[in-house]
């Protein structure tokens, strides 16, 4: 049984443009929801992370906005950068352990 | 700075034979976990451990074992390599129970 569940699977936007992954969970028990970035070749590394009484945290162009009610997260990119092409993990973590979503590949295109 | 590593980087080796993967932190961080990322699948926790001598088992645990012996170490066994562990494996740390986890580079093992 998944409990993270995360869509897209892979997103293609324009330099520029708003970047936006959706995640959705089970588990009410769920207390801390952190995003990680992994470039290929290397391990996953923290990028914003939001705690369940907190509806929305920001942090430059990194955005998650989070429904308590509909058990669903979502992280997103403004002025999306090449540089931001990897791929992304949300997760959902209860006395430290983590339930990752499968990932999502972004490219950002020149 | 502070850091995790793993080691070796690759392993090639082949069905049947145990295999032992290398983590070390100098965070000093209590809390230190075993993941292994497939094509698909994302993430999936292995072993995980709150502190030295506690162990506990997560979603994907058989064919593995770890043991904690210090604050810094975490090393991952497959008693018994099978070709459905050929994967890449990584370790993370973290200093709150729920908060941060620091991953390390990954060991890419392949089970012939």
């Known amino acids: 049984q998944q409990q993270v569940k995360q869509s897209p699977q892979s997103l293609i936007v324009q330099k520029g443009g708003i970047s936006i992954i959706n995640c959705a969970y089970e588990?009410?028990?769920?207390?801390?929801f952190p995003w990680y970035q992994q470039f290929p070749g290397k391990g996953p590394a923290l990028l914003i992370a939001?705690?369940?009484?907190?509806s929305e945290k920001k942090e430059g162009r990194f955005t998650i906005s989070f429904n308590k009610s509909a058990k669903q997260f979502s992280l997103h990119i403004m002025d999306s950068q090449p540089g931001d092409s990897a791929t992304y993990f949300c997760?959902?973590?209860?006395?430290?352990?983590?339930?990752f979503g499968d990932g999502t590949t972004l490219t950002v295109k020149p | 700075d502070a850091e995790i590593t793993q080691s070796p980087r690759h392993k090639i080796t082949e069905t049947g034979r145990q295999v032992t993967l290398a983590c070390h932190q100098t965070?000093?961080?209590?809390?230190m976990f075993w993941y292994r990322q497939d094509l698909g699948h994302g993430l999936r926790l292995i072993h995980y451990?709150?502190?030295?001598?506690?162990?506990n088992k997560g979603e994907v645990s058989d064919g593995y074992s770890v043991s904690r012996s210090n604050t810094e170490d975490l090393p991952l066994t497959l008693e018994s390599a099978a070709s459905s562990q050929t994967s890449v494996y990584f370790c993370?740390?973290?200093?709150?129970?729920?908060?941060?986890?620091?991953f390390g580079p990954g060991t890419r093992l392949t089970v012939t």
């Open positions: 993370a740390s973290s200093e709150l129970i729920s908060g941060e986890q620091y």
């Open positions: 588990n009410t028990a769920f207390d801390y």
């Open positions: 939001i705690r369940p009484d907190v």
């Open positions: 997760a959902a973590s209860r006395a430290g352990k983590s339930t």
């Open positions: 965070w000093n961080h209590n809390n």
């Open positions: 451990s709150y502190g030295v001598h506690d162990t």
